[in-house]
């Protein structure tokens, strides 16, 4: 296995409240890492620096062996885009109510590539079909879908690009119990197709034993073991 | 035996919508003793949720309800008004309560409306039920407002609005669910405490049959409005006899270690027309010809599985 992702020696802080306090994490690529914790403990805030949606005070971030800046500039974002993306726990506001599920699906191509609209809406289409979801959806608004529909939605759009890591804030935390089965199975097909890397944040303790190969535990904004 | 707390037979409720009635509930029968936890388990859109708010009268005036039977506390339910002695806590405490008022006054105002307290007592005893609720610094606490509070906080502060109605019966709406796991556990056990010193009765509504593993002294399964499993707890766990609550278990990881975990396909029925015969026939793993065209009997046994795979030789064909 190869390193993809070293966190080394990060702290945040929001005003006086420090919420990361020197943290060292690494994933390994084809890896499912888990990251545990009580509500407060520094997990999203975590995720959100590794994806550049966060700044931090100190320490670094290194990405496929690369030293990813403290403060992402408009290019580092689409740069870096396309090897990591994250998905949310409310599928439904991470989806722009406005815009079909087509415009939603082929926005990251189009961002990122030549590709014409036919072979764009070709592609997600397969995607659609590999998530499980019919093929009128395409024309549909987000609103018409439920929970675990929408999700799916969202970790198409995700993975469209192909990226290497796919960072996972508590996305079953609001699902159906039945529900959270289809995407956990769905999240272990893909890793095994292709070879995605997952950080994976949850605070269900049996779910993350089931889905990850390894748990790290946070509490007040340190790593307290793995 | 004693009559129980709550005994309701063949609770129907339809509810208007512009695109045709919907059946929400659909000859729901179900009982819960003193002291007893009984747990209403499904998918969302099954009905659960319509049946507890239709025992606090909470539907709109447009909805119809009608039992065969609905007795409480002896007596009749179902009559047009909110119903003494029963009390309701949601999912998200933060809609609970009303943001400008502080959180002391409103767990005191139904000690003050329905109890007839004063001022003076009413804040004493709420500040009392909030330790009862283990809130640390509930003094404090008490003149604070709802955004003030961490959700697992305010959940135990809407439990504690809650008994300040004193309840003989709690109706609880996946109070739970949007919570933290260890947090969920303090509330599961804030409730199985309540439910031995006050010989508080609780139905317990979720779609997580692993929360209500360890907590709830019998679990009824609804699928598509209808009550298809009852049985105590323990034995649903151990042998579940319809194949929704075994899907239902089969989607746990806790239960399911190392296995594959089973994820139903679907959705289920819209109930503007629910099927003719069993609900669940379309994502049955193991429906039969006739599962489609006539109803489960309702079983006598321990267990009450609505389902054709035990009625045995009852079925014509």
């Known amino acids: 296995m190869t390193e993809l992702l070293r966190v080394s020696g990060l702290c945040k802080s929001f005003g006086d409240s420090r919420v990361l306090d020197d943290i060292h994490l690494v994933v390994q690529r084809g890896e499912i890492v888990g990251l545990a914790g009580e509500s407060g403990s520094g997990k999203s805030t975590l995720a959100r620096c590794i994806t550049g949606l966060h700044t931090y005070d100190s320490g670094s971030v290194h990405f496929d062996g690369r030293l990813l800046p403290r403060r992402f500039s408009a290019a580092d974002f689409r740069a870096q885009a396309r090897h990591v993306q994250m998905i949310f726990q409310d599928p439904l506001s991470s989806l722009n109510p406005r815009l079909t599920i087509a415009d939603i699906l082929c926005e990251p191509l189009r961002l990122n590539s030549a590709l014409p609209r036919d072979e764009q809406l070709a592609l997600a289409t397969g995607w659609l079909q590999r998530m499980g979801l019919p093929a009128d959806t395409l024309s549909r608004y987000p609103h018409a879908f439920s929970g675990g529909q929408l999700q799916r939605i969202g970790i198409a759009r995700a993975l469209i690009n192909q990226p290497q890591l796919l960072v996972c804030d508590e996305p079953i935390s609001a699902l159906d119990v039945s529900v959270q089965a289809q995407i956990v199975n769905l999240l272990l097909d893909l890793r095994e197709e292709l070879g995605l890397t997952l950080l994976f944040i949850g605070h269900d303790p049996a779910m993350l034993a089931y889905l990850c190969d390894r748990i790290v535990t946070m509490d007040k904004g340190r790593i307290a073991d793995g | ?317």
């Open chain 2, 1 to 317: 035996m004693k009559a129980p707390l709550l005994q309701v037979d063949q609770l129907r409720v339809q509810l208007p919508s512009p695109r045709g009635t919907v059946h929400a509930v659909r000859d729901a029968s179900f009982t819960v003793a003193q002291g007893e936890m009984l747990a209403v388990v499904g998918e969302s859109g099954c009905g659960k949720s319509v049946t507890a708010q239709a025992l606090m009268n909470l539907l709109p005036p447009a909805a119809e309800v009608s039992a065969a039977a609905a007795l409480f506390d002896g007596q009749p339910l179902l009559v047009g008004h909110y119903p003494r002695g029963m009390a309701m806590v949601f999912q998200n405490p933060m809609a609970t309560f009303n943001p400008v008022l502080t959180v002391g006054y409103q767990i005191a105002e139904p000690l003050r409306v329905l109890h007839g307290y004063t001022r003076h007592d009413a804040e004493r005893e709420a500040v009392r039920l909030l330790e009862r609720m283990q809130v640390r610094d509930a003094a404090q606490k008490a003149h604070r407002y709802a955004h003030e509070f961490s959700g697992g906080m305010l959940q135990r502060a809407a439990i504690a609005m809650a008994l300040a109605c004193k309840p003989l019966l709690l109706l609880a709406d996946e109070p739970t669910t949007a919570l933290d796991v260890s947090t969920q556990h303090e509330v599961m056990q804030l409730l199985a405490e309540l439910r031995s010193e006050q010989q508080l009765g609780i139905l317990f509504i979720t779609h997580d049959l692993g929360l209500v593993e360890r907590h709830a002294n019998r679990v009824a399964v609804m699928y598509a409005g209808q009550i298809i499993e009852t049985a105590a707890t323990s034995n649903v766990i151990s042998t579940p006899q319809h194949p929704y609550t075994q899907a239902l278990l089969a989607a746990l990881p806790a239960h399911n270690r190392g296995k594959r975990l089973y994820s139903l396909e679907g959705s289920p029925p819209d109930l503007r027309q629910p099927p003719p015969a069993c609900a669940f026939t379309a994502r049955c793993p193991q429906a039969m010809a006739h599962c489609s065209t006539q109803s489960p009997p309702v079983m006598a046994d321990s267990q009450h599985a609505r389902c054709w795979l035990h009625a045995g030789d009852l079925c014509d064909d």
